[in-house]
């Protein structure tokens, strides 16, 4: 890994070389991948994406720990579009609100970004089992990409998953083990699993490599964005892994130069699960909590990333919003309005912090100043309705990219329009779609 120096305990500050089957530091504390910022800054840059015709999550190699010989994975992950959604943002009384969908992802998830990584990081440590213990959408992801590459899966679902994710695991061929107890049992029992067996670690807390996947997903908020900062990113929070990866992102583009200041970050929990948020509320320790909540996806009482997690929270200054279930419902009726669609609602807060559903992340920023650049015309979601760009994306029928079905250009950022000038070949996927199935490349 040509920029990778090496692992660092969050806790302790211990370095250890980044080996593929990297877990946790002897201490019990979380590891984050360092970078050798200097080399990507000199080899590297934002004129290279421009020309970048990897339209996924491994456009942005020079920043994830993987070897160059790596192949990515079958199923394309990431470059998922970014919305502008003028209309909720008036409804919510905020200047501006860019929408992230990755529901556009191929099990519907942010988690395939970890998923990814964690299916390319096994094949480099030569393993051919993959497990890791969920409340549903990390597990989804997990089987489905690990299935898409041949890996066997073992996933661990506390009893109250939802039916449903349970059910899609099954449809992917994975191995599903049913634990009678709280999220932490199940992390404990697979945890135990995977020490005795031998399999690859796909928990986010655990290893540390997973982050690195997330953390994709505001490198593309900010290319998609032409590396104008917003204000805030907001994003739903439970395990703390997706908003420690994004923080983490972050901070490299900056420290290599791609972006010159960092967006506060808003956390937003349930109020029947909330340990996080609450100890950033209180200013004291975070402590266990029951998961009381039907946002079930965040609902973690014992969060194993919390260390990275409060981290992110404190140094960008951002802000821990708890809500009730009663206003996580509220967004139902806005997910149907003309503005935005949402899929399974998770958790949403109040006016002031936008909202935050799965498998998405709001971003609400302010408009760049008058000295700077005019804004990239993002797709508005208010004149494009959700599924109008994208109906048919898996119907083999389909032949021509998704921008070419009646969409004017006018409505595509500039990277979307140049995409459409010069259309990818379509992909054939092995896998979950069965061999030789014909799709076309979603952003070509």
Same mark, same amino acid.
Request: aromatic fraction near 8%.
């Given at each position: ?6 692992? /660092?305990?969050?806790?302790? =500050? ?7 089957? %990297? ?7 979380? $590891? ?7 080399? @990507? ?8 994406? &421009? ?12 920043? !994830?720990?993987?070897?160059?010989? #790596?192949?990515?994975?079958? !199923?394309?992950? =990431? ?64 089987? =489905? ?43 404990? !029992? ?15 807390? @655990?290893?540390?490599?997973?982050? &690195? ?16 900062? *917003? ?33 506060? $970050? ?8 909330? *340990? ?6 209180? +200013? ?6 029951? &998961? ?5 996806? @965040?609902?973690? =009482? ?12 404190? &140094? ?17 009726? $806005? ?25 998405? @992340? ?8 008058? #000295? ?33 079905? +009646?969409?004017?250009?006018?409505? %595509? ?14 992909? /054939? ?7 030789? #199935? ?7």
């Amino acid at each position: 890994m040509k920029y990778v120096r090496h692992a /660092r305990c969050v806790r302790c =500050g211990a370095v250890y070389e980044a080996v593929p089957a %990297l877990t946790t530091c002897r201490c019990g504390g979380m $590891l984050d991948i360092e970078y050798d910022y200097e080399a @990507i800054r000199a080899d590297f840059s934002p004129a290279d994406l &421009e020309g970048c015709r990897d339209y996924s999550m491994w456009r942005y190699r020079p920043f !994830l720990p993987v070897e160059d010989r #790596s192949p990515p994975t079958p !199923l394309r992950v =990431g470059w998922s579009p970014l919305y502008r959604a003028d209309r909720l943002a008036r409804t919510l009384g905020l200047r501006t609100l860019y929408l992230k969908d990755d529901g556009q992802n191929p099990t519907s998830s942010l988690k395939d970004r970890a998923s990814a990584m964690a299916v390319v990081k096994a094949r480099e440590a030569g393993a051919d089992t993959i497990a890791c213990s969920s409340t549903g959408n990390a597990a989804s992801s997990l089987a =489905g990409n690990a299935t898409a590459a041949g890996f066997r899966t073992y996933i661990f679902v506390p009893a109250r998953a939802p039916k449903g994710k349970v059910a899609q695991l099954m449809i992917f061929g994975a191995a599903v083990i049913t634990v009678d107890g709280s999220y932490e049992d199940t992390f404990a !029992l697979s945890k135990e699993a995977i020490d005795r067996w031998g399999w690859y670690n796909r928990n986010a807390a @655990i290893n540390p490599y997973l982050s &690195e996947g997330k953390k994709t997903v505001t490198l593309e908020i900010m290319e998609q964005l032409h590396w104008q900062v *917003p204000d805030y990113i907001a994003l739903s929070v439970g395990d703390g892994c997706t908003i420690a990866g994004a923080w983490k992102g972050l901070k490299d583009l900056c420290a290599a130069g791609f972006i010159d200041r960092l967006p506060r $970050l808003i956390s937003v929990q349930a109020e029947g699960c909330c *340990p996080l948020n609450r100890a950033i509320q209180t +200013g004291e320790p975070w402590r266990p909590m029951e &998961e009381n909540t039907l946002a079930d996806s @965040i609902a973690v =009482g014992v969060p194993r990333n919390a260390d990275k997690a409060l981290a992110a929270i404190r &140094e960008s200054r951002g802000l821990a919003v708890i809500v009730s279930d009663e206003e996580i419902l509220i967004p139902l009726w $806005l997910a149907w309005s003309p503005a935005t669609v949402s899929r399974t609602c998770r958790a949403a807060s109040g006016p002031r912090a936008s909202l935050c559903w799965s498998r998405r @992340i709001w971003t609400p920023c302010s408009p760049p100043s008058p #000295s700077a650049a005019s804004p990239p015309k993002i797709r508005k979601s208010e004149d494009t309705p959700y599924g109008s760009d994208f109906q048919g994306r898996h119907d083999r029928r389909h032949r021509q990219p998704h921008h070419h079905r +009646g969409q004017p250009s006018s409505h %595509l950022c500039p990277v979307h329009q140049r995409q459409r000038r010069q259309p990818d070949p379509h992909r /054939r996927v092995h896998g979950l779609a069965g061999p030789g #199935s014909v799709f076309p490349h979603p952003h070509a």
